[in-house]
């Protein structure tokens, strides 16, 4: 878990770097860090960086045996908007929401509903 979560630390500072076009060979230092985990499998993990990047994730096995899991992340983009997405993750993918994440127009979120059999 400890290597997924770096990794991710690691992309994010790497998407960081290639859109501002700098090119640093420093890590941010993490200025915090948590990660509780339970007997029966659940946990919480959270860092932020020197750089304000930021991540906060927790989750817990299903009956089923698989894993879902929830959480957000957020850092500054090279416009210095603050990109925040809250995401979701379980037996059916990867669920991001955020205001920066483009969405169907409506008339196909319409027709996606209708051929899914919804109103």
Not at 3 to 18: E, K, Q, R
Not at 33 to 45: A, H, L, M, R, V
């Amino acid at each position: 878990m400890k290597v997924v979560v770096s990794l991710v630390l690691f992309n994010l500072i790497s998407t960081i770097n290639t859109q501002t076009g700098t090119k640093s060979n420093t890590v941010p230092a993490i200025v915090r860090q948590t990660f509780d985990i339970t007997p029966e499998g659940t946990y919480n993990y959270a860092f932020e960086t020197e750089n304000e990047i930021y991540l906060e994730e927790e989750g817990h096995h299903n009956n089923d045996g698989t894993l879902t899991k929830q959480g957000q992340y957020q850092y500054t983009g090279p416009n210095g908007e603050i990109i925040r997405t809250i995401y979701t993750a379980d037996e059916d993918g990867f669920h991001p929401q955020g205001a920066h994440l483009p969405t169907a127009p409506l008339f196909l979120q319409h027709l996606f509903r209708l051929a899914i059999g919804l109103k």
